[in-house]
């Protein structure tokens, strides 16, 4: 059976949509024609999208490239995580039952709810007056 050699896949949370390429290398991440250390300035956000190498001990047998728009820091290393598992699952797939158990593997379907009319927010009301 042939390896192929280059894994693509779609991760996502909130508004964040990243397109996530996995090949293997020597652990460069490049996100937006960016390194990651310069693209995400948050500590927390670089271990968050790193969590599942760190999970599979496949931190440096991977070159990642990842296009990411829309959403926030927090959302946008959300779904670069949820790419990254996707990819790695696809790679491995002894890896997938690791990732499961971490929860990376499904998708987190929390949003933003809506502003309602009316109010000042989705659940915020205006104040109240009574005179």
């Given at each position: ?25 020597n652990g460069k991440v490049i996100i937006n024609n960016k390194p990651a250390e310069e693209f995400f300035a948050h ?89």
């Amino acid at each position: 059976m042939e390896q192929q050699s280059v894994f693509y896949a779609t991760g996502k949370r909130k508004q964040a949509v990243a397109r996530t390429w996995l090949k293997p290398g020597n652990g460069k991440v490049i996100i937006n024609n960016k390194p990651a250390e310069e693209f995400f300035a948050h500590d927390a956000a670089r271990k968050m999208m790193m969590q599942p190498f760190e999970l599979t001990d496949t931190m440096d047998k991977y070159d990642v490239k990842i296009n990411v728009r829309g959403g926030g820091t927090i959302g946008q290393a959300g779904a670069i995580r949820h790419g990254i598992t996707k990819a790695l699952a696809q790679s491995n797939p002894d890896f997938r039952l690791t990732l499961k158990r971490a929860g990376f593997v499904k998708r987190d379907p929390r949003k933003k709810e809506r502003k309602k009319y009316g109010q000042r927010g989705a659940r915020a009301r205006f104040q109240f007056s009574k005179r």
